[in-house]
Nanobody, 118 residues
Framework: QVQLVESGGGLVQAGGSLRLSCAASGSIFSINVMGWYRQAPGKQRELVAE???????NYADSLKGRFTISRDNAKNMVYLQMNSLKPEDTAVYYC????????????WGQGTQVTVSS
């Protein structure tokens, strides 16, 4: 089992920045991919970004250039730096972890709310 705890969400004005953090614990040795998804009210959960243990990243096309994912393997942490935030970025952001890109097993955090005001 892997436990994920997110932090760093909050209320920010449009154009501002936030940095989300996710702390992983438990059977971390089994995890290669960590990342972030988000879910806005009335919408499906969508990929924001993922990063492998080796540092390979994958971003949602619409978010490239504004969001940056990073990872500290020694601390079992993954981060999401969000810049130039827009009201449409408002959502609950979830940390995810899985053994591989196409793994059938995915662990989720409880989510952290990000609200961007116009």
């Amino acid at each position: 089992q892997v436990q994920l705890v997110e932090s760093g969400g909050g209320l920010v004005q449009a154009g501002g920045s936030l940095r989300l953090s996710c702390a992983a614990s438990g059977s971390i040795f089994s995890i290669n991919v960590m990342g972030w998804y988000r879910q806005a009210p009335g919408k499906q959960r969508e990929l924001v970004a993922e990063i492998t243990r080796g540092g390979t990243t994958n971003y949602a096309d619409s978010l490239k250039g504004r969001f940056t994912i990073s990872r500290d393997n020694a601390k079992n942490m993954v981060y999401l730096q969000m810049n130039s935030l827009k009201p449409e970025d408002t959502a609950v952001y979830y940390c995810e972890a899985k053994p591989g890109t196409y793994s059938s097993i995915t662990y989720w955090g409880q989510g952290t709310q990000v609200t961007v005001s116009s």
